[in-house]
T-cell receptor, first 112, second 110 residues
Framework: EPEVTQTPSHQVTQMGQEVILRCVPI?????FYWYRQILGQKVEFLVS????????KSEIFDDQFSVERPDGSNFTLKIRSTKLEDSAMYFC??????????FGSGTRLTVV | DAKTTQPTSMDCAEGRAANLPCNHS???????VYWYRQIHSQGPQYIIH???NNETNEMASLIITEDRKSSTLILPHATLRDTAVYYC???????????FGKGTRLHILP
């Protein structure tokens, strides 16, 4: 069964450093998403991406965040200057236009 | 901004049917009912969705009331691996984003 692949599975970074989280969506999917989940809290929408541009973003997705699909297969989330409160699980998802999203297994980001 | 109401937690004995209720009394005519689950620390997993009719797939059945104000997800023979948080979500189809609530924490008991 096709999978969404996320790397790395765990990233530790110092506060103020830039991090890039990587995702390889399912190959025929056209819509891409990033979500995050702070420990013990709900899964929160960050951003959706279609046709090489952001289609929607939440208030969490401020100027410190950016997304890119650099080469037609990878989909990345960049956090420019990490803060302690950015520590969370980050999930990438993709979908064909329609109903079921496929989520990756996540990257656990720890900011120290 | 929750559109759905689910119990916080439920228990079910292994091998029995798990019936997870969801209320969505303000559902609009173009909105579908979706169910996802999240096994501990993993990414959410799509289970099933429906508009008006009852639906069944290899994972579960979805029963939607005639007035569409509530639904029930049925896992017919629950196993320990079905222990997870189950999310009932109401949204239009297409690329509209999924908004997760708190869900129901289902414990399957041996």
């Amino acid at each position: 069964e096709p999978e969404v692949t996320q790397t790395p599975s765990h990233q530790v970074t110092q506060m103020g450093q830039e991090v890039i989280l990587r995702c390889v969506p399912i190959s025929n999917h056209l819509y891409f998403y990033w979500y995050r989940q702070i420990l013990g809290q709900k899964v929160e929408f960050l951003v959706s991406f279609y046709n090489n541009e952001i289609s929607e973003k939440s208030e969490i997705f401020d100027d410190q965040f950016s997304v890119e699909r650099p080469d037609g297969s990878n989909f990345t989330l960049k956090i420019r200057s990490t803060k302690l409160e950015d520590s969370a699980m980050y999930f990438c998802a993709s979908s064909v236009q329609g109903h079921g999203y496929t989520f990756g297994s996540g990257t656990r980001l720890t900011v120290v | 901004d929750a559109k759905t109401t689910q119990p916080t937690s439920m228990d079910c004995a292994e091998g029995r049917a798990a019936n997870l209720p969801c209320n969505h009394s303000t559902i609009s005519g173009n909105e579908y009912v979706y169910w996802y689950r999240q096994i501990h620390s993993q990414g959410p997993q799509y289970i099933i969705h429906g508009l008006k009719n009852n639906e069944t797939n290899e994972m579960a059945s979805l029963i939607i009331t005639e007035d569409r104000k509530s639904s029930t997800l049925i896992l017919p023979h629950a196993t320990l691996r079905d222990t997870a948080v189950y999310y009932c979500i109401v949204r239009p189809g297409g690329d509209d984003k999924i908004i997760f609530g708190k869900g129901t924490r289902l414990h399957i008991l041996p």
